[in-house]
């Protein structure tokens, strides 16, 4: 079945690095993603990663897998206020999406 | 803007009502799938149509049902409603059946 899981909140102070951590369970999982929610707004894909890959980098955002522990991250780097929002990981089986709850990153001045 | 429309934006309606929301998908996008996002359940999987077929179902209520026409677009009929029903509806789309979907602005739903 697909559990997804993720810490439920993280501050940062601005300029630093984000990091975000989710877990799944299913091991058939084909491809993780990470989606942004900013208020009243709805989500958008932000990258996302092959299961066979062990990281991605995309600018500022560095994905990393390890599938043996099925663990997801995300990390920003430099911070800003803008990137203030809900992410979200999820994993796709089948054709359907699976979510985490969503961890909410303030960045702090 | 992922090039996703969802109708109405917002929507108050009472219990026992039924009301349509409405999707069209990103140009040239023949997937469509309808999420529900709520406080308690969080984002759940709704239902999943290919060029106008049902492809897969999650947790969909049987008072609840979509199709998918022609053009592409997508509806999602949900009746009787209860106090419980009130969420976000989001619809997404993408190009085919495996590819990453692309989220609508999504309907927020009050039922009083």
């Known amino acids: 079945g697909e559990d997804v899981e993720q810490s439920l909140f993280l501050s940062v102070r601005e300029g630093d690095s984000s990091v975000i951590n989710c877990t799944y369970t299913d091991s058939s999982s084909t491809y993780l993603y990470w989606y942004k929610q900013e208020p009243g707004a709805g989500l958008q894909l932000l990258t996302y990663?092959?299961?066979?890959?062990d990281m991605k980098q995309d600018q500022r955002l560095t994905v990393l897998l390890n599938k043996k522990d099925k663990h997801l991250s995300l990390r920003i780097a430099d911070t800003q206020t803008g990137d203030s929002a809900i992410y979200f990981c999820?994993?796709?089986?089948?054709?359907?999406?699976?979510f985490g709850a969503g961890t909410t990153v303030t960045v702090r001045a | 803007d992922s090039g996703v429309t969802q109708t109405p934006k917002h929507l108050i309606t009472a219990t026992g009502q039924r009301v349509t929301l409405r999707c069209s998908p990103r140009?040239?996008?023949?997937?469509v799938y309808w999420y529900q996002q709520s406080l308690d359940q969080g984002l759940q999987f709704l239902i999943h149509y290919y060029n106008g077929e049902e492809r897969a179902k999650g947790n969909i209520l049987e008072r609840f049902s979509a199709q998918q026409f022609p053009d592409l677009h997508s509806e999602l009929n949900l009746s009787s409603l209860e106090l419980g029903d009130s969420a976000l509806y989001f619809c997404?789309?993408?190009?085919?059946?495996?590819?990453?979907?692309?989220f609508g602005p999504g309907t927020r739903l009050t039922v009083t």
């Open positions: 140009s040239g996008d023949l997937s």
């Open positions: 999820a994993e796709r089986t089948d054709y359907k999406l699976s």
């Open positions: 997404a789309s993408s190009e085919g059946t495996g590819d990453e979907q692309y």
């Open positions: 990663i092959f299961s066979n890959m």
